[in-house]
């Protein structure tokens, strides 16, 4: 049995009977999940959890070519939330509970994760329980969990991508996200000026909050740096120019 057919088969096995919550990223990984979905014969409803930090082509890319895809919008934009929250770091994420793994409660989630993808995730279950509270708040099933890249762009074969991948990048999601690394951030950075500076001016509200963590630092614009991972002042200019 190929890899595909193994795929289908795990999400026929594990479909409940309202159908799955499809968690769509728009990413490669999260677009197999979709079309072996719909080969599977399975129903289910897919979801994209807006963060407001999110790249403006992968938005226009699901739109256009998943368009029965639902948005599912945050109650407070991203930004708003870190004036007052603080900024997310990689070891302390607050942003992703509240902003990419919303929705699905109560349903069976399927998702596009692989072992392949970090050091983390390689621990993960293809069936895998989350409980909230002492209850089960969701069952995630991730069918292609064993899956290589190489395999999912097999998959995938000539049906359209978000363009980003056509730009060299490699994963996508939120822009200038603590768990990418310093590269991917500066890239994200230096792509997406006007995220980047909507970025700034909310650091600077942050930091005038006054707070004696915030001392450290001489003004939000240095904070922002900082936290983008000390790009040294040329780099910062060549941003800017």
Not at 77 to 98: D, Y
Not at 209 to 233: C, H, I, Q, V, Y
Request: glycine share 8%.
């Amino acid at each position: 049995m190929s890899h595909v057919d193994t795929a289908i088969e795990r999400i026929k096995q594990f479909c409940p009977p309202e159908g799955y919550w499809l968690a769509f990223s728009g990413g490669k990984d999260s677009q197999c999940i979709y079309h072996l979905a719909e080969m599977a014969g399975v129903k289910f409803d897919a979801h994209y959890s807006v963060t407001t930090i999110d790249p403006p082509p992968l938005v226009r890319f699901i739109r256009k070519q998943y368009p029965l895809v639902t948005f599912e919008h945050p109650e407070k934009p991203f930004l708003k939330m870190l004036e007052t929250k603080g900024f997310p770091l990689r070891q302390a994420r607050w942003c992703c509970e509240q902003y990419k793994e919303r929705g699905g409660e109560g349903r069976t989630v399927l998702l596009g994760l692989r072992w392949e993808e970090s050091a983390a995730r390689s621990k993960r279950k293809m069936v895998q329980h989350c409980f909230k509270g002492g209850k089960q708040k969701k069952l995630y099933v991730s069918p292609i969990i064993d899956w290589t890249v190489e395999q999912v762009w097999q998959f995938l074969g000539d049906r359209p991508h978000c363009e980003l991948y056509d730009r060299g990048l490699e994963r996508i999601g939120c822009l200038m996200c603590p768990y990418a690394g310093d590269k991917a951030r500066m890239r994200d950075a230096n792509m997406f000026p006007r995220y980047r500076d909507a970025y700034i001016k909310s650091f600077e509200k942050l930091h005038a909050t006054g707070r004696d963590s915030m001392k450290r630092w001489a003004n939000g614009r240095d904070m922002f740096w900082w936290w983008l991972g000390n790009p040294d002042e040329e780099k910062q200019q060549e941003l800017f120019t």
